[in-house]
């Protein structure tokens, strides 16, 4: 691709979206467009959050029914367990990439459409899983969508709201998230109360998929009232039929901010996930609760979700806030050492493993750091071409989930009968090569120009 063509489009297109009132500064001058985009892309994202933990809450017993094995401690359990949440994080991020290409081909808005249909649809027919080897294809398939949905959600936002607003539209976005997940620890909460019985015991853990079904409705109101952005209108119009592809990621001044990119991402998600993954199986396996029974263990690591969550929440905006006076990328880099003290000093593997109650504070201050992710929702879109917003942000966020695919099992390699405590000690010292990469990114250029003396 010509990168005159390129950088052309861009400041056309930026132009045209300030010329559309894009750096308002109060509420009452955001349009009724920008208000929809907002909404449309809180909402995918927040069924993002709900599609995207259905799994790992009921991980360990639904996998052990599946493979017919009464002990949830067997240790096929937590293997088959972490290579269907393994191939979900590979799913993330080929959809990523996917969906990114029709974002930037076909827009946004349908875009967002398309992936909210496919995390919907494929998180249902879970519910159908009679084998490990089908939950995981289902696992994937939905995936696909939820990895594609990130970008385009990001992107849509980028080139509608204000960019002095950055960080604190991250944050709300990143919280559409959490509530999400939310959401899904109070269904499968409320689903855990219901007294199957030996007769239904069968659709005890696979009922919770159905609830990912609800995201598909939402289809119905983006079609018909969320419109396509101005910026990436105008970029189309003006790269001539000359939209540049993924080898451009890799071409010119694009590439180093790629390379760095991936690095961050694969380095901090695959700490990132393998924490989410393990810390909950290792709650169940907590010898203070050996006694209860698994719905109340259940229960327990839904509580433990909603801690981190709502904890993640006020990370989300702690982290906007420190980004509005030291930049994005020192934040990025300050919370990933943050996050790597805080999980290795709670598993750190102590004498006796810490109690259910004490492991609360802990994951708590986890749920802060966590904030780190909602940097990354409108940091990374504008660091790429507008026609190669959803392709950039979507390939390099979600290609480091392939890397916390192989994390998630390689870290459980470590793992004791039960006692994932050294997964998740190790697994906390990718985020430092992370927080020394970061520290390279650029800031994003179009908040540079925003700032800058006119020449």
């Known amino acids: 691709m010509d990168n005159t063509i390129a950088e052309d489009a861009d400041r056309s297109a930026a132009a045209a979206s300030q010329a559309g009132g894009r750096e308002a500064t109060r509420l009452r001058d955001i349009s009724p467009q920008q208000w929809k985009s907002g909404i449309a892309a809180w909402l995918g994202w927040l069924f993002d959050g709900l599609d995207m933990h259905l799994y790992t809450l009921v991980a360990t017993p639904f996998v052990a029914q599946l493979l017919a094995v009464g002990d949830l401690r067997h240790p096929d359990v937590a293997y088959y367990g972490s290579v269907i949440q393994a191939s979900f994080l590979v799913g993330w991020a080929l959809g990523g990439g996917f969906f990114g290409r029709i974002g930037d ?43 594609g949905e990130w970008a385009v959600g990001a992107a849509l936002l980028s080139e509608t709201w204000p960019n002095r607003w950055r960080p604190w539209i991250a944050a709300t976005l990143q ?31 696979r009922v919770v998929f159905l609830v990912g079904v609800l995201p598909a409705l939402l289809v119905l109101w983006i079609r ?27 071409r010119g001044q694009v590439r180093r901010t790629t390379v ?114 909602g940097l990354f929702t ?20 979600n290609i480091g989930r392939i890397v916390a695919a192989g994390g998630t099992v390689f870290f459980g390699l470590f793992s004791h009968l039960g006692d994932h405590r050294p997964a998740l000690f190790y697994a906390s010292f990718v985020f430092l090569p992370a927080a020394v990469v970061a520290m390279f990114l650029p800031e994003p250029p179009d908040e540079q120009a925003v700032t800058a003396p006119a020449e």
């Open 175 to 205: 919280s559409a998230v959490n509530i999400g997940v939310l959401v899904a620890m109070v269904a499968v909460a409320l689903l855990s109360l219901i007294p199957f019985g030996q007769e239904y015991a069968y659709y005890e853990y």
């Open 105 to 147: 081909r076909l827009g946004r808005a349908r875009a967002l459409m398309l992936t909210i249909l496919t995390y919907a649809l494929f998180t249902g027919l879970s519910f159908l899983a009679q084998t490990w080897w089908q939950l995981l294809l289902c696992r994937f398939l939905a995936a696909l969508g939820i990895g």
């Open 224 to 250: 018909r009232a969320v419109p396509e952005t101005e910026e990436w209108h105008a970029a189309k119009v003006l790269s001539r039929d000359a939209a540049p592809g993924v080898r451009d990621l890799f």
């Open 260 to 373: 760095l990119t991936i690095l961050v991402c694969a380095f901090s998600l695959s700490a990132h996930w393998a924490f989410m993954y393990w810390f909950l199986q290792h709650l169940r396996n907590l010898p203070d609760i050996a006694s209860w029974s698994d719905p109340e263990k259940t229960r327990f690591a839904g509580l433990a979700m909603i801690l981190v969550m709502l904890t993640s929440i006020g990370g989300n905006y702690l982290a906007g806030l420190i980004a509005r006076y030291i930049g994005y990328r020192k934040t990025i880099a300050s919370m990933c050492v943050a996050y790597c003290l805080v999980m290795a000093l709670a598993y750190f593997d102590y004498a006796v493993p810490l109690s259910h109650r004490a492991q609360f504070w802990w994951l708590a201050a986890i749920g802060v750091c966590q904030g780190l992710f």
């Open 378 to 397: 409108m940091y990374l879109p504008p660091l790429f071409p507008t026609l190669l917003r959803t392709t950039g942000a979507g390939f390099c966020y």
